[in-house]
């Protein structure tokens, strides 16, 4: 009997979670309860058992992750995320309870909701089983649902803080009476309305609507909790954070640029730096290298830059399940915001709190000293830069963006690889594996555990996930998006009808966009080629100058446009009128005055030369 085995006996199917001593932690797979300690004799009479036969008895039907849609793959992975903190605590059953309450009120949902998902999930060790069926196309709201709508908007929520009982009341007083205020003979009951109000309710449009913005934002507003061990027991928790660092560069001419940007992704778990992008431009721009970093092959990376590393030394090429934050714009940005389509959670925290992300905050104070020491007079910042008559540092700066990489590469393999974590808290199980105290070692520990929440992309999904949106507009003439006309073939039907599609385009090169549709991208092609290769900024400016160009002569079409009215109407004033016009022989007519008009351009061309 070994741990996670499947055990018949009759019509009973349990699953072996833990085993210690003479006794084992178990779950029954067929009725799905929370886990219970039994002695191990007591399932001596059984007998071992496949995930098929599993499959069969409870009806369930395996589903392959690539068949599942994005909006099930999303909420799957928002429901694993919510019980990832459990997992590692499942046969502590005090800490198993205090934790489904925390994340009971985090999420707004009810405990037994969190039990179900965590029963399911330790029943099959799959998470296709917490993707949600597809949903059937939701029903129309009847009449008299309408009408409670109507009056929990109207009277309910708003500001006045009317009572349910006084929503009702101007309900049947609006919709239900007649001309003389006699009620009518049908109408929905009280309990019928209070049943429609508590199915519809939405606790954050409750607390807006009656109590202000402001108030749901300092009083009522979800927070999240007090320190990394309470939302990051497994590996899967990244920590995002951007710093300028300590010290100027110059670029290969030796002209100084200034001090770059590190934006980083520490695992809050093991403290394994799980990418990071180093450029001179933040905020949503350094967050597409960033992430385009978390998944790429390490050993590639390092050796684009000539460093040799072995693939355990940094083997992260996965989305952490969670990204946690601090306020800062780029990470507030609907660009960033996209990223949650691949099933990635984004955790906001409060403003001014840097202690509650303090892993990353370290994770720079220690890359920055250990390279500091070492550059001194070649451009790295003293703690005296801002006092007056300090040293210009600035003078000092001799190193290129490349040189400063490479710098902060080995950094951050030392960093992942050799510093020891000599205050993690090891567990048993880990001292039993002799897991070294290096980050590197934990994160291929943590890893293969339960609860462990990382998401494989592809680094094409993660930047059209990343790139901006707007909405474009079909059109006999194409997609026309941001002023400019796209094709793609086998949209001959929605040019004809028409209609708003929400499309992925890229700043930096207008030559294609991308509509987003079901979260399939479809790729169409810029039709004006004189626009192909250049940016968003630049087919702007060219489109500004033409309508500059074209305004400047409105006031000069006018006139031309008067003048020859005036100089029609003058040759028509001209003319006398006849009323006495031939209609006979025109034929014969048209040919004479063909003959006569008749020219020999050769002849003349003789003549003029």
Known sequence: MKKYDLLQSGDSIIRVLEIQDDRILMIDCIKQTMPVWRKLESVESYSECTNYELFKDTGFTCIHIDALDVDQRKVMYERYTMITPILPFIADEKMRSKLISSISEEHHVSKQTIRNYLCLYLSYLDVTVLAPKKRKNERELSKDEKHMRWALNKFFYTTKKQSLMTAYTMMLKEKYCDAMGVLAEEYPSFYQFRYFYRK????????????????YQRNNRPLTGEGVQEFAPAVGVGMLDATVCDIYLINEEGNLVGRPILTACIDAYSGLCCGYSLSWEGGV????????????????????????IQKEDWDCDRLPGTFVTDMGSEYKSENFEQIAELGVTVV??????PELKGLVEKFFDLLQGMYKKHLKGKGVIEPDYQERGAHDYRKDACLTMTDFEKIILHCMIYYNSKRIIENFPYTEAMIDAQVKPYASCIWEWGKLQIGANLITVGSREVVLTLLPRTTGKFGRTGLKVNKLRYHCEGYTEQYLSGGNVTVAYNPEDVTSVWVVENGVYTEFALIESRFQGKDLIEVQELQNGQKIITKSEVRNNLQAQIDLAQHIEAIAGSVSGTTDVHMKNIRNTRKREQMKNHQDYMKEERSYG
């Open 285 to 308: 721009y350094s967050l597409r290298g960033l992430m385009l970093n978390i998944i790429a092959d390490k050993v590639v990376w390092c050796k684009r830059f000539g460093i040799s």
């Open 200 to 215: 519809t309710r939405k606790m954050q449009n409750f607390y807006i609507s009656r109590d202000g913005l402001k108030n």
């Open 348 to 353: 906001n925290l409060p403003s001014y709190r």
